[in-house]
């Protein structure tokens, strides 16, 4: 069966047109475009992806309005379900608000917005995100975010690493968060959240194309191609 995703638009996302384009791109079948108010998701979904952007202007918490979004009743119990969530960004931020992963994306530690191509390590190529890269590969993708500072407890924080659910690590300092985490799974490993966009970098000639073995090695996974 073809391929089959779905992507969620929130009021103020600005990445959704992105995240389509580079999941048509590699997987031959463009993706469902999915409405915030939407209640109820598509039948037989293979991936979601909460895209990036700033869901409701960034009011209150990022991510905190997005989370409240009727659609994200039904993404919580499709992830419960086994199906896996992608969230990049703002997605990332709403991830946590709607804890589906651990931790809290606060201020860069600059109080700074950060808008360049970072490098990347990555941590964990166990997870149907990561099993087209190599463990410990070296990577570059482009971040843009005002709160990508990724903050746990210590616990939470032991309990990430302990069990290699860090996927991927700032090569450098890029905004204070705690271990250089740029990216973190569940424990299933079929939800992740990461700060970073592999969807800006699919194809050289937008700089670089190092986020397209994310998509490529989750679809090659999920469609068992």
């Given at each position: 069966m073809a391929f089959r995703a779905a992507v969620v638009t929130f009021p103020g996302s600005n990445c959704?047109?992105?995240?389509a384009v580079a999941l048509e791109q590699v997987s031959g079948t463009a993706p469902i475009r999915v409405w915030h108010g939407d209640a109820a998701l598509p039948e037989r979904l293979d991936l979601i992806a909460l895209p990036g952007g700033f869901s409701y202007g960034d009011y209150l918490r990022c991510g905190a309005m997005a989370a409240q979004s009727p659609v994200m009743r039904a993404v919580a119990a499709a992830a419960g379900?086994?199906?896996?969530?992608?969230?990049?960004?703002?997605?990332?931020?709403?991830?946590?608000?709607?804890?589906?992963?651990p931790g809290a994306l606060l201020r860069n530690a600059g109080l700074a917005f950060v808008c360049r191509t970072v490098p990347l390590t990555v941590e964990n190529n166990?997870?149907?995100?990561?099993?087209?890269?190599?463990?410990?590969?070296?990577?570059?993708?482009?971040?843009a975010h005002h709160d990508g500072n990724y903050f746990a407890d210590a616990a939470t924080l032991e309990r990430l690493e302990g069990e290699g659910r860090v996927a991927f690590r700032y090569g450098e300092d890029v905004n204070g968060s705690q271990g250089r985490i740029a990216g973190v799974?569940?424990?299933?490993?079929?939800?992740?959240?990461?700060?970073?966009h592999p969807e800006r970098a699919i194809e050289p000639a937008h700089g670089g194309s190092d986020g397209r073995a994310l998509f490529a090695g989750a679809i090659g996974a999920l469609v068992g191609a």
């Open positions: 959704d047109r992105d995240m379900r086994g199906v896996p969530v992608l969230g990049v960004c703002n997605g990332f931020q709403v991830l946590t608000e709607a804890g589906l992963l166990q997870s149907l995100f990561t099993a087209g890269y190599q463990a410990g590969e070296a990577i570059r993708l482009p971040v799974l569940n424990d299933a490993g079929t939800v992740l959240g990461m700060m970073p």
